[in-house]
């Protein structure tokens, strides 16, 4: 068993997540070749760095260079605010660590091509945390749609709702200034790059729903608030199909509800919301006689079903959204390991930041902005 020493950078949501990954991945994978051991952890503060580190029993730092110049430490995982990230990637990739960096990659398009140009003289392996291509639902999806099973795309929708932001009792934080593109929306749109593949244009709207909000730190203080609380994105094609991708903070009564559906002229494919455990299949080529013949949507049940060395939980016990970060992490490590770069690497996150950016320049010009 070779195990790699990781350096975690954030100790917030999901830093948690991230180490409940390393700790839990012998559970979940019967394999004997490689893990992950947090050796160190690094915060912003010093009170939240003792707290992290007595959890995890590693030293805790609060200056991210004493885990990316490291010499002892194998991959730093960076799961900090992404307005941080910038300088804590260039940190990594100069020392040549592995690198499992949460998405987004960075803040903006200018730090995205400052990394980029790092990169011919980088020499570790790296992968952006875009956990929801790690469902069985999506990877099955993906290999329906590389098979032809659809056809052509005609039409396509994806959608991230979430409610969090609908009061306006809602405290400003450190999300509210990153906005919901590059918190939800940068998720959805990697899913559907990933289904469909690269549009050619697009065109986009976004939403303020309070120029206002309470500063979480000192409620007192009111902050004016610049990012879109939802945005909609119409994407082109190159060949002249467009769909809608959507995410959105202030969709009263939704939970946490990711879907898509992507329709083409052999077949249709979609995932409902809430629902990792099942994909829906519509065969446009099958009989629909005599009395419908086998005309209709095929429910598939993914559900957990990974395939060997995974072998927990059950393949047809209820898909959860940690499995889906499970099998990111195993994904990354396993990579490492076989020194193989495979998608989402970090040039994926580089493209998605600029797409991004491209999304930002067509709400802000009201125009179509072409991506190729």
Known sequence: MKTYKVGLIGFGFIGRVHAYGYSNLPFYYDQDRFGGKIVKVCTSRPETAEKAGALLNVPAVTDFRAITEDPEIDIVDIASPNDCHYAELASAIR????IYCDKPLCETGDEARKLAALLPEYRGIAQMTLMYRFFPAVLRA???????RIGRVLDFRAAFLHSGSVSADTPYKWKLKAGTLADLGSHVLDLMQFLIGPAESLSASSFIAY???????????????????SIHCILTLSGGASGVVSASKIATGSEDELSFA?????????MDPMNLQQLYFYDNTAPD?????????QAIDCGG?????????????????????????????ESVHENITRAPS???????????????????TGRRVALR
């Open 95 to 98: 020392h040549n660590k592995h």
């Open 142 to 148: 993906k290999e329906l749609i590389d098979a032809g």
């Open 211 to 229: 120029p206002q909000r309470r500063d979480f730190r000192d409620p007192g203080r009111m902050v004016d608030i610049s990012a879109e609380d």
């Open 262 to 270: 992507v329709y083409g002229d052999k077949g249709a494919l979609r």
């Open 289 to 297: 006689t005599p009395h419908g013949g086998r005309k209709g949507w």
């Open 305 to 333: 079903r990974y395939g060997s060395p995974a072998v927990f939980p059950a393949p047809k016990a209820v898909m959860g959204w940690l499995r889906g970060h499970v099998h990111c992490l195993y994904h990354f490590l």
């Open 346 to 364: 970090l040039p994926d996150g580089i493209e998605l930041q600029l797409l991004m950016e491209k999304v930002r320049e067509a709400v802000r």
